[in-house]
Each structure stands twice: as structure tokens, then as C-alpha cells.
């Protein structure tokens, strides 16, 4: 898991990516089906037949996302570099499954933390 805090220090952008499906789109015609993953570990797509290594192919389908993410015509920078999602009319159709983060993440209390490690 990547450290948040760390990123924010070095003035670096934070991104969640969804990874809901990118063990079935494919990264080539971004098709989404099932049958597309027939083992854990190979990938292999009905539609183009793209094939390649399952853990590969989710791994370009997030960077994807990512990208679509900062590309967005709404996604723009604050004074301090960090990429904010648009706020405006239409930002609930953005990305799908992506969104920044915005700066400074704020962490979990540790009172929180041992909570969630004891259920």
C-alpha cells in the first residue's frame, strides 16, 4: 500500500483507482467479459485476442484509468501541484472507477486502526 504522507512530501500526486472488473477488461480493446480470465494467472480476450499475463494486463488497465483520469478536461492543478477532480456541473460523470486525491491525506487515528485489526 502506498504511504499517502510520503507522497504528499514529495509534492507527488495520489491517485484511487478503482480495480472493480480489471481482472476482466481487457487492455487492448477494453472489453469486459468473464470468460476473458479462464485462469488466475493468464488473461486472454475473447474479442481482440489479446493475450498476456492476468496481473499484467489488470496493471495497464489501472495505469489506463489513471491516465483518463488526468486527461479529463475538468481534472486541474492547485497552486500547491496537486491534481483535483473538477467539482463543477458534471463532475459525477468523470472517470469511471477513478478519482484524485486531494492534499493533505489525512490518516487514521491509531485508536481507529486497532479497531479495525481486532475484527
Not at 489506463?64 to 479529463?72: D, E, N, Q, T
Not at 475538468?74 to 491534481?83: A, C, E, M, W
Amino acid at each position: 500500500m502506498i504511504k499517502a504522507y510520503k507522497a504528499y512530501r514529495a509534492q507527488k500526486a495520489v491517485f484511487k483507482i478503482s480495480a472493480y472488473q480489471t481482472s476482466q477488461e481487457c487492455a487492448a480493446c477494453n472489453h469486459t467479459h468473464p470468460n476473458n480470465r479462464k485462469t488466475q494467472s493468464s488473461f486472454h480476450c475473447e474479442r481482440c485476442d489479446h493475450s498476456d499475463l492476468a496481473d499484467h494486463n489488470s496493471a495497464v488497465v489501472i495505469q489506463k484509468r489513471a491516465i483518463k483520469l488526468i486527461l479529463h478536461p475538468g481534472t486541474g492543478l492547485s497552486k500547491r501541484g496537486v491534481l483535483l477532480a473538477d467539482t463543477g456541473r458534471g463532475a459525477k460523470h468523470k472517470t469511471h472507477g477513478a478519482k484524485a486525491s486531494c492534499a493533505p491525506v489525512v490518516e487514521t487515528s491509531k485508536k481507529k486502526r486497532k479497531a479495525a485489526q481486532a475484527a
